[in-house]
């Protein structure tokens, strides 16, 4: 064998062995970029969090509003009462207000789960910006109940849940009415988390700021969960749909537990 095919074979075998070597590598690569990503979003809800509280400090421990403007006010309007905006004086940085792993194709793959917002896609796309402009990859949460912890109504699929939210709230009869929560209030801060993994944007028609807090998280790193700023400033990583743990009291309510502050 002459000199010139041995050195092709060696060749050859140099680019067998880094194929193999890239693909033992390349997932490993790629796990250590998303875990990167991740301790970078949990972060951000850190900052969040600490956020909020200086916010509370400042307004005698009232939780900060998802927005302070009426709804159907004018768009430039909500967006300037919108939490992004009233958040940026103890944040003084919008980019925390990026999610490193954000993905408008998970964020509507959560969101159309049965267990979130439904399966309509046109609706989904309702509530998204119609040029994938958000004010925020972060949700706030928003006064509200769901369901109640009555044996009829209460289970495992339609837990109650009073979430920890300032600011204007739909009253379902063509109403609303604001409601200022204060910190006092909530059973117990640690537990409740109130920013987390979502969105906040103008919905596709112009007529309104979206933000939206809970099981949109549920793919936004490593395709199992998101991170969440919790009320007493730390911030906690949630596996799966975070509307689905749940914690039954001494009375046999079950509730949400990260999204219930009154039990």
Known sequence: MNRRAFTLIELLVVIAIIAILAAILFPVFASAKE?????????NTKQLAVSQILYSNDADDTVIPANTEHPGDPIDELVAGSWTTTIQPYLKSTQILNSPGFSEANLKKAMLQDDCDGTDVDYVNS????????????????AAQYWSCNPEE???TQPY??????????MYDGTYSYENLNLGSVVETSRTANIGDAYTAINRDRTDVVTKFGCESRFR??????SFSFLDGHS???????????????????????????R
């Open 236 to 262: 906690k990583y949630l596996k799966g749909n975070p509307e689905r743990i749940h914690t039954t009291d001494a009375s046999g309510c079950i509730f949400e537990t990260y999204f219930t502050y009154d």
């Open 161 to 170: 849940a009073k979430y920890p939210g300032s600011g204007w709230r739909d």
């Open 35 to 43: 875990a990167a990503k991740q301790t970078a979003g949990l972060s």
């Open 154 to 156: 209460n289970s495992e």
């Open 127 to 142: 509530l998204l910006p119609s040029d994938g402009k958000y004010l925020s990859h972060y949700g706030i949460a928003k």
């Open 221 to 226: 790193y490593r395709n199992d969960g998101g």
